[in-house]
């Protein structure tokens, strides 16, 4: 079982920065992938940005440009930095693993619990 654990949420004015933390459970060189997720009410959960074991990132197009993926091997953890925050960021964050178990020849996915980011304008 691995377990994501979330921070860095709250509140922030428009035009203002967070930065969301996730730390891991086992080392993030057993992650395939890890990626920040959001969902606004009434909205599908949808990708905000995603990073591979490899250094590779993805954005969505909606924040390329303002905000930033990276980790920190020594720690586990994986950060996302947003600057510029409109008030359509607004959502809850969610942390994600894709996770390869060699030994099964299996994958799993991992969610953390979630973090609240609001922007206000």
């Known amino acids: 079982q691995v377990q994501l654990v979330e921070s860095g949420g709250g509140l922030v004015q428009a035009g203002g920065s967070l930065r969301l933390s996730c730390a891991a459970s086992i080392s993030i060189f057993s992650i395939n992938a890890m990626g920040w997720y959001r969902q606004a009410p009434g909205k599908q959960r949808e990708l905000v940005a995603a990073v591979t074991s490899g250094g590779s990132t993805d954005y969505a197009d909606s924040v390329k440009g303002r905000c930033t993926i990276s980790r920190d091997s020594a720690k586990n953890t994986v950060y996302l930095q947003m600057n510029s925050l409109k008030p359509e960021d607004t959502a809850v964050y969610y942390c994600?693993?894709?996770?390869?178990?060699?030994?099964?020849?299996?994958?799993?996915?991992?969610w953390g619990q979630g973090t609240q980011v609001t922007v206000s304008s």
């Open positions: 994600h693993a894709e996770v390869w178990f060699p030994s099964a020849q299996s994958e799993s996915h991992y």
